[in-house]
């Protein structure tokens, strides 16, 4: 209807302000009327207008008059308004679908096609005036890698109320937390020296920010020391890697719960464990680190158990996951230079895994014997039956590197041997139907010590060998994933 | 003296969504997504089957998720769009 027009409500350097502005100028271009209203001023907005390539008039929002009488919390905000200035519809952040409702309500065509490069949905940015008036003079004035969150607020426990109680109450986590004071927030900022409105990822599925301050406030609870903050960083920027898939690893009715592994020297600067008890509440950092993710999970990210979380039975790793390699008592590449990054350069590894499954072999003398025993227990991930869809993580005790080493092996022919050996008796296949058996057309058929079997994984890539545990005693762990490969969820290390 | 605390949790308020009318009888265009579970087809076929003999519905759209994995791609989703209903098969 042409006695509609277009408001928008725009930052400069909010980038999703940036990405809808192509679709505005369509909507222009077709005879819509659109006026853009900048938060920023004139200088801003006249570079953004040429940079953009702005075909509509874009005004600017002196003390953000009209931001706040129309009360807009993000940007981009959208309304559509009749002759009257009354408010038809109004939108906030980037949807292709509200944008082509409103070219369908401006008689236009659609503006947004589905393969066009941008997402379907994009949020947007915290209006100014809703910003602390202190930063906007220290912001600076285009920084389209440094995109910040909301401020998070404060809360309240009542006079009477025990603090720790407060935090059950309010905070709905099974455990006990410390309390995240103001203080104690401050402190785990200043050792990591970041604005705390940076907003470093999105966790899935419900897409809460996890700023800088959220990360700190999550990491207080979890009694993490504030120089871990680092390490906390870029684990938030893996688990809200799109490759990891958190959106499903948290949703699934599946075991699977994010394991961490920590490799280079942060594991010695922060006193991470990964010998004896690896696995267990043997080091406060492994412990506190694997519970900071789980609260940021369940708290930024919304998959509560019994809510988002339908886990049938869960896993033991969703109180803590995280583990070190014990890089000393390994003579092989460790994990995070077989994922492309140098042996000095420290790094966090997120896997979507099963609780771990021991492996005792202590009557084995070779490497042979040893890797048998593991090939066994590798061939029941998931299923006895199922192949191909999985992977396995291989944490390898000392004593049993050891005794494969010593027959001549490399970390490489270690997962050639266990790929070549792994594999399902195809006699298993002739019983009753089940998980895994309509898919055989699929396998590949093997033979392993003469017997006929499916392999059970894809290649040998699909098999990670992790050294960790203690010096004594023959003990080796697997531990199954999640559904595998792009369709599913997919292992991620990033630099520390 | 009260304790303050910063808030630990996500803070964005989640907008409610109107549920779409329900339908008074079958009829127009019915969607049928499969999510890629090991026998949801099986499942849709029957459910297409019984659509088309017993309720006369003439208009019948299949369409599948690449993985039950992950949230159903833009594309999955435009070719649903407009659709009286959809069914979908979500379990094994």
Partial sequence: MASLRLVAILQTDCPTCRLITPYLNALAAGGARVTGISQDDEKATSEFVSQMDVRFNVDGDPEYQLSRRLGVVTVPALYLLDEQDRIVRQESGFAKSALNDIAVVLDLPPVATPHDGAPAFKPGCSSRHLERATEDAAAPALNLHSPRGTEASLVEAGDDEDPFEYCFRAFKDSLPVIPPTPERVARMLDAIQRDGRELIGRIPPCYGEATVEKIAANAVMAGCVPRMMRVLIPLVRAVADERFNAHGVQATTHFAAPLIIVNGPVRKELHFNCGQNVFSNAARANSTLGRALQLILLNLGGARPNGIDMSALGNPGKFSYCIAENEEESPWQPLHVEMGLSAPQSAVTLFAAEAPHGVSEHAARTARGVLKAISYALATVWSYRACLGYEAIVVLGPEHVRTIHRDGFSKKDVAEFLFENTGVPLRCYDGEPGEGVAQRAMYKEIRIDGEPCYQKFRAPEFIKLVVAGGTAGKFSAVLGSWAAGPRGSQLVTYPI | ?92
């Fill in chain 2, 1 to 92: 003296m009260p304790v303050t605390l910063v808030n630990p949790l996500n803070e964005a308020v989640a907008q409610a969504q109107i549920p779409a009318p329900r339908l008074v009888r079958l009829q127009g265009k019915i969607a049928l997504l499969d999510i890629s579970k090991p026998g949801g087809n099986v499942f849709l076929d029957r459910i297409e089957h019984l659509l088309k003999e017993r309720y006369g519905v003439t208009e019948v759209i299949r369409e599948m998720k690449p993985t039950f994995a992950k949230p159903a791609p833009p594309g999955v989703i435009e070719k649903i769009r407009g659709a009286n209903a959809v069914i979908e098969a979500l379990a094994d």
